[in-house]
């Protein structure tokens, strides 16, 4: 089955910082028609390449990722039950933090940086911390990394 498939709001970094994908997608066996479930799967296999849990939450989206079929809402047909059909488009979009993909950022920050200067460049520097350095990059004073998040 042909279908277009669209990732924005970040989520395209997930798949080599590609944004439109025309894919074709076999049915499962013994199925008949092809399901969202079904789709989400196969994207996780075959076309997200680093981190599919900023993707995916069990067998399905993470919260925060709006989901479109044919410039539908998924939520209104059915969400992993959603049948699709051939040339059908689906859109994959993140609404967290303005679907800038800071929610991407930060875990990968924070993995390269460390949990101390990974809030700093995020603007997320707990309010009583004080904070030493230039240009915002610098240090915690007082705290742990764990005390803050």
């Known amino acids: 089955m042909q279908l277009t498939l669209e990732f924005g709001g970040g989520l395209e970094l997930l798949c080599n910082s590609v944004k439109i994908h025309s894919v074709d997608v076999d049915l499962p066996?013994?199925?008949?028609?092809?399901?969202?479930?079904?789709?989400?799967?196969?994207?996780?296999?075959?076309?997200?390449?680093?981190?599919?849990?900023?993707?995916?939450?069990?067998d399905s989206v993470r919260p925060g990722v709006l989901v479109l079929v044919n410039d539908c809402d998924w939520e209104l047909s059915g969400q992993l039950d959603t049948t699709l059909e051939n040339k059908d488009v689906v859109v994959f979009i993140s609404t967290l933090h303005g679907g800038s993909g800071l929610f991407i950022l930060e875990p990968l920050l924070t993995s390269l940086m460390g949990h101390t200067l990974a809030p700093l460049l995020l603007g997320k520097a707990p309010p009583s911390s004080s904070i030493c350095g230039a240009g915002?990059?610098?240090?915690?004073?007082?705290?742990?990394?764990?005390?803050?998040?």
């Open 29 to 58: 066996a013994e199925e008949k028609k092809l399901t969202m479930k079904h789709l989400l799967a196969w994207v996780k296999s075959n076309l997200i390449k680093e981190r599919p849990e900023m993707f995916m939450k069990g």
């Open 136 to 149: 915002g990059l610098g240090c915690y004073y007082g705290q742990k990394p764990q005390e803050y998040g």
